[in-house]
């Protein structure tokens, strides 16, 4: 199976900071992969890279068998990162939504969106509300109705449950779920081993910007 995402001997450099060190990861249909790391170990620049919005150093990233260095907006609207709302605007949740729908996805190919009324009622948004203003929570709530709502191949997720109480945990749990049964691939930073292991197929982790257990991808599943 082509993986959706794949990432070969990628390097990433912020002036004489080396944040990755030739990481290695295909990310296959309709799997979720977890990535573990403590601050600093170069989670949030991994998935920034996979997602096609921070350039490697060197290396390759192909997002849906596009080279993202020559295809660059081709690939990126094959991908949905979470990302937070813009917070100095008249916009609604609603109209913001639409925006980000439309913008990601798989150009030519059916639909396999819910209607936007479904999204905002299931994520417990008032559709109406503008986005200036919205606490922290709302706005993740937003960022993860985005992200997950669009049919885009790949999903980019960087600790996306820190706001959320339990309740809209479980809500976007079970989105998850769907999304990875729509043949979606996830690739998700977490923080914590346990919500790792209920969520994700497998597990990898990175320690000062190398993933050090590459050999165990292995599945991990609900326990």
């Not at 907006?73 to 439309?102: F, G, K």
């Not at 009622?121 to 509300?129: E, N």
């Not at 292991?197 to 320690?207: A, I, Q």
Request: proline share 6%.
């Amino acid at each position: 199976m082509t993986p959706v995402l794949r990432l070969v001997r990628v390097t990433r450099r912020f002036g004489a900071v080396q944040a990755l060190h030739g990481a290695d990861l295909d990310v296959a249909p309709g799997e979720v992969v977890g990535v573990t790391g403590t601050n600093g170990s170069g989670t949030t620049t991994l998935l920034r890279v996979a997602a096609g919005v921070l350039a490697p150093t060197s290396g390759r990233v192909e997002l849906a068998g596009l080279d993202v260095a020559t295809h660059r907006r081709a690939a990126q609207a094959r991908v949905a990162l979470l990302d937070a709302p813009p917070h100095d605007t008249r916009a609604t949740i609603a109209e913001y939504l639409a925006l980000i729908r439309d913008a990601r996805g798989r150009a030519g190919a059916p639909a396999s969106r819910p209607p936007l009324d479904d999204v905002i009622g299931r994520a417990g948004l008032d559709g109406t509300r503008a986005l200036a203003g919205l606490s922290p929570g709302l706005a993740r709530r937003v960022g993860l109705a985005a992200a997950l709502s669009t049919d885009a191949d790949l999903v980019v997720l960087d600790r996306p449950f820190d706001p959320l109480d339990d309740a809209a945990m479980r809500v976007f749990v079970d989105w998850l779920d769907e999304a990875r049964t729509l043949g979606r691939a996830l690739l998700i930073g977490l923080g914590s081993e346990n919500l790792s292991r209920r969520m994700c197929s497998r597990v990898v982790t990175l320690e000062a910007g190398r993933l050090v257990n590459p050999e165990r991808l292995r599945e991990v599943g609900p326990r």
